[in-house]
């Protein structure tokens, strides 16, 4: 594991360092990395068992086009903005489902609507783009009729056409089959951790395996002889990026320490910082550097699955409970301390 102090300034005095010189996934070996391809690296001081590093922003003569996938989502958003920030380098793309989606984040011309399960839909978008960032998943949805206030577990389901071995696995073999096509020089896929347990609650929401399908579509991309990165993020927060420091590590090793989240920033800066290099890393966010976590909902970060639950608690909050007469006895009320609960322990934990 190694800690990694983050900043977005270039430095002439970068020096390159490798993370590892070869990663597995599972029992199933990586191709060797050179360290040619890897982060440019700044050491610092060694701690304990970890190397003390700062990431800088990559600097190349020559614009890149880059498509981001998903470009409507949270973080993909955040990654298309940031390319757009910075016209100098980067020539920006951004494929959205949707027509409101196109319209959210800004409705330019670069940005395409396409069905990543459909392969013509999302060749004109692809065609002519040297790095293909890919953020698009599929998002459990949690059926309706849960009362939080009555206890029990909330049950998640899919809609039609967007389980996550249509989204997941084809959608995302389908992008990979045609950048390969285009001659695309890069491909930086985000997935993220827990994929090394075929058992992780993750995998049961809704039956849909979400993160088993994750890891088949990243061997495919480490197979397919395209250069790559594959970042496994943790729980995603909707916080300031750039202000805790990034904890990096492999095969899922960050899941046995306390960190597991990392702002959506980040995860974007990250994104974009390895649009030229190749690795296969997981990354979070080291929570005592952030001065302002002090809350509960901060120690952990939301998974899917939180993000569903709290979603509805939200809608419940919002729509329902003012209609309803004032009877819960309790601070905070039994929906606060729901989302308390699975903001701390998550929802299968945080449900008893």
């Not at 700062?54 to 989502?73: I, N, P, R």
């Not at 974009?272 to 952030?290: A, L």
């Amino acid at each position: 594991m190694t800690r990694v102090p983050f900043t977005a300034s270039c430095s002439a005095s970068t020096h390159k360092y490798c993370l590892v010189n070869r990663l597995n996934i599972g029992t199933t070996p990586l191709p060797e990395f050179s360290t040619s391809l890897a982060f440019p690296f700044f050491p610092l001081k060694k701690v304990r068992s970890f190397r003390r590093i700062s990431v800088v922003a990559m600097s190349d003569l020559s614009k890149s086009t880059v498509l981001v996938t998903g470009a409507g989502g949270r973080t993909g958003q955040i990654v298309y903005k940031k390319l757009k920030e910075r016209s100098d380098q980067y020539t920006a793309r951004g494929l959205v489902r949707t027509q409101e989606s196109k319209e959210k984040i800004g409705g330019d011309n670069d940005v395409y609507i396409g069905d990543i399960r459909n392969i013509e839909n999302i060749t004109p978008a692809i065609q002519g783009i040297d790095a293909l960032i890919i953020l698009t998943s599929a998002v459990p949805k949690m059926k309706p009729g849960f009362d939080p206030t009555k206890g029990g577990r909330p049950e998640f389901y899919f809609e039609d056409g967007a389980f996550p071995e249509q989204v997941d696995w084809i959608g995302q073999k389908n992008q990979i089959d045609v950048a390969k096509a285009a001659g695309v020089k890069q491909i930086v896929l985000v997935g993220s951790m827990g994929g090394t347990n075929p058992n992780h609650p993750l995998n049961s929401l809704g039956n849909g395996n979400i993160l088993i399908w994750k890891r088949k579509a990243e061997q495919y991309l480490a197979d397919s002889g395209i250069p790559y990165t594959i970042i496994r993020a943790g729980g995603l927060q909707d916080k300031e990026g750039g202000v805790r420091e990034l904890l990096v590590g492999k095969d899922d090793e960050l899941l046995q320490t306390e960190t597991r989240t990392i702002a959506r920033a980040d995860v974007a800066e990250v994104c974009i910082q390895e649009e030229k290099s190749r690795r296969r890393f997981r990354v979070s966010n080291n929570p005592g550097e952030d001065s302002a976590d002090s809350g509960v909902e901060d120690d952990e970060g939301n998974s899917l699955a939180v993000e569903a639950a709290l979603s509805m608690l939200k809608f419940y909050k919002r729509e329902i409970s003012p209609l309803l007469p004032k009877s819960c006895r309790y601070v905070p009320t039994c929906s606060e301390y729901s989302m308390i609960a699975y903001k701390k322990y998550g929802v299968v934990k945080g449900r008893y």
